[in-house]
């Protein structure tokens, strides 16, 4: 799936040392690097390892989502010509934002605006975006009121919706939380708007607070919590020194001497995974077992597409078994006897974990 979840945060909130935790990209952490970086990072998914004790598959392979490192934004930055706009670029490049907040204290490396405040900083990078929307939507509005003159019906009510747009963004508001009809929606889907992008919010914390976070984090929650906004907690440094570990008991060793049961950017990966609305199928056989990545709500011959297009050009049907059936009866077989393996046809919803088998013809 070509899909993107970029990371965003103001400079030296920590969001490239947690990039470069989870990614097969490793990027500079110098506090003014302008480099946008991309990697592929795999979803974490205990599922594979069991259906591989089950199959002893030749190889196992991950579902993946690429992740961007946007260059961290610092205020008004959507008004310098060299920089600020990239960095607005790349984020409308994007299909949904993960932003790192700086949560911890640390002397050698002083915030940008003096003091660590969570909520100014979100509302700081918030402002930039909005701002940006704000003059995409009155573009927009003027573009309508040409059609208008042009005798162009529809138009009407395009301004109509851009005025809604309009007042809610004046009103610090963003985009992702307007009221508004899927229809009435149609005439903003060419702007990308900024603030309409999902965005899940890392609380980047010390150390000593991995597990229950500190008085920074828990003010960032309380103010999340008003906004229905998803919310992790992440000790970045102490994910990177368990990411430089190559000993996988060394690893494990660390993770239990800081209270944790897996690394914080495993929970990061899964989340920015479901922030864009995806779910895994897997294909099991001899050769290898893999987790495939599909749109919630695709159909079976979408799914068959993923992994090849002549399969959705000559879908005929899908045989299905859901995980907990197949690792339960533990053998195809055993789940065709105890009616536990399905035959759906093209109108099908595959559903998270869903073991497949398509047949087609071309």
Not at 51 to 73: F, M, W, Y
Not at 254 to 264: I, M, Q, V, W
Request: glycine share 6%; with cysteine; aromatic share 6%.
């Amino acid at each position: 799936m070509a899909l993107q979840c970029g990371i965003i945060g103001i400079i030296g909130s920590g969001k490239t040392s947690i990039f470069n935790c989870i990614s097969n990209t490793k990027a500079v952490t110098e506090s003014f690097s302008n480099k946008t970086n991309v990697g592929v990072v795999e979803v974490p998914d205990d599922r594979l390892y069991v259906l591989d004790k089950l199959e002893h598959s030749n190889r196992i392979v991950h579902a993946t989502v690429a992740i961007v490192d946007i260059p961290g934004l610092v205020r008004s930055a959507g008004n310098n010509e060299n920089s600020g706009n990239k960095f607005l670029a790349d984020i409308r490049n994007t299909d949904a934002l993960i932003h790192v907040v700086r949560c911890f204290d640390e002397p050698t490396l002083p915030h940008p605006d003096i003091t660590i405040d969570p909520i100014r900083d979100i509302e700081n990078i918030e402002f930039e975006l909005q701002a940006r929307d704000l003059e995409s939507v009155e573009k927009k509005i003027i573009r309508f009121e040409k059609q208008i003159k042009a005798g162009d019906k529809k138009a009407k009510r395009g301004i109509e919706v851009m005025q809604i747009y309009k007042s809610h963004i004046e009103s610090f508001k963003p985009a992702r939380i307007i009221e508004i009809s899927e229809q009435d929606k149609r005439f903003v889907d060419d702007l990308c708007l900024l603030s309409a992008k999902k965005v899940l919010y890392v609380a980047n914390v010390d150390s000593k607070s991995a597990v229950t976070g500190n008085n920074y984090s828990n003010k960032m929650y309380d103010y999340l919590k008003q906004q229905n906004a998803g919310m992790i907690i992440i000790a970045g440094k102490l994910e990177a020194e368990i990411a430089e570990l190559e000993s996988t008991d060394d690893r494990n060793m660390f993770l239990e001497d800081a209270g944790l049961k897996e690394p914080g950017v495993n929970k990061l990966v899964r989340a920015a995974y479901e922030l864009l609305n995806l779910r895994t199928f897997f294909t099991v056989g001899p050769k290898e077992i893999k987790a495939w990545t599909i749109h919630k709500g695709m159909t079976a011959p979408q799914a068959a597409g993923v992994i090849h297009s002549d399969l959705e050009r000559g879908f005929i049907r899908a045989e299905v078994m859901k995980y907990i059936d197949y690792t339960t009866l533990k053998t195809e077989h055993a789940c065709k006897e105890k009616g536990k393996l399905f035959v759906e046809g093209k109108n099908y919803i595959v559903e998270d974990g869903d073991i497949l088998n398509i047949r087609f013809n071309v």
